[in-house]
Nanobody
Framework: QVQLVESGGGLVQAGGSLRLSCAAS????????LGWFRQAPGKEREFVAA????????YYTDSVKGRFTISRDNSKNTVYLQMNSLKPEDTAVYYC????????????????????WGQGTQVTVSS
């Protein structure tokens, strides 16, 4: 089992920044690939970003490329999502997710491929 706890959400004006954190416990962190997903009201949960076992491989949805950065600190068992130049359309509940085992990029973009989820943190961007 893996427990994931997100933090760092809040209210920010358009153009501002937030950094989300997700602390993991219960399994060797380095064996986990990690992702961030988000769900806006009335919409399906969607992929935002993912990172492989090491920091070498990172993946983003097109709408956040150049604005968001995913990173991980294996010494702290934590994954981060740095969000810059935030837009009102980034408003959503953001979820951290983890999976173990081998993976391809397509796996990391698919929420069905993740076995473990955090409770979510609200991000609200005002115009």
């Amino acid at each position: 089992q893996v427990q994931l706890v997100e933090s760092g959400g809040g209210l920010v004006q358009a153009g501002g920044s937030l950094r989300l954190s997700c602390a993991a416990s219960g399994r060797t962190f380095i064996s986990l690939a990690l992702g961030w997903f988000r769900q806006a009201p009335g919409k399906e949960r969607e992929f935002v970003a993912a990172i492989g076992w090491t920091a070498v491989n990172t993946y983003y949805t097109d709408s956040v490329k150049g604005r968001f950065t995913i990173s991980r600190d294996n010494s702290k068992n934590t994954v981060y999502l740095q969000m810059n130049s935030l837009k009102p359309e980034d408003t959503a509940v953001y979820y951290c997710a983890a999976r173990s085992g081998r993976y391809l990029e397509t796996h990391l973009r698919d929420l069905q491929e993740y076995a473990y989820w955090g409770q979510g943190t609200q991000v609200t961007v005002s115009s």
